[in-house]
């Protein structure tokens, strides 16, 4: 079973960065592609980006707009999602994922104009 626990949400002015981390234990097979959804209120969640603990390949949401980066630290086990020049449409939980299947308990931002 994979777990995984996300953290770094919070509030920041429009503009602002943050930068979120989700920390993964358990099987590394089940957690090959980890990556980021969101989730705003009323709305489905929806794919922010994700990458391969092994290669580094990463893919994002045309939304992103070289705004966010993925990362990874392999030695902490640690995802990590660089948020920059961010907009009051990026309010919503944010949610880890792991191998599609592993999800962590979200962490909130919210983006004030």
Do not use: H
């Not at 592609?33 to 009323?42: E, K, L, Y």
């Not at 705004?67 to 949610?95: C, G, H, W």
């Amino acid at each position: 079973q994979v777990q995984l626990v996300e953290s770094g949400g919070g509030l920041v002015q429009a503009g602002g960065s943050l930068r979120l981390s989700c920390v993964a234990s358990g099987p590394s097979f089940g957690r090959s592609d980890t990556g980021w959804f969101r989730q705003a209120p009323g709305k489905r969640r929806e794919f922010v980006a994700i990458i391969n603990w092994r290669s580094g390949k990463i893919k994002y949401a045309d939304f992103v707009e070289g705004r966010f980066t993925i990362s990874r630290d392999v030695a902490k086990n640690t995802v990590y999602l660089q948020m920059n020049t961010l907009k009051p449409e990026d309010t919503a939980m944010y949610y880890c994922n792991a191998g599609g299947n592993f999800w962590g308990q979200g962490t909130q931002v919210t983006v004030s104009s």
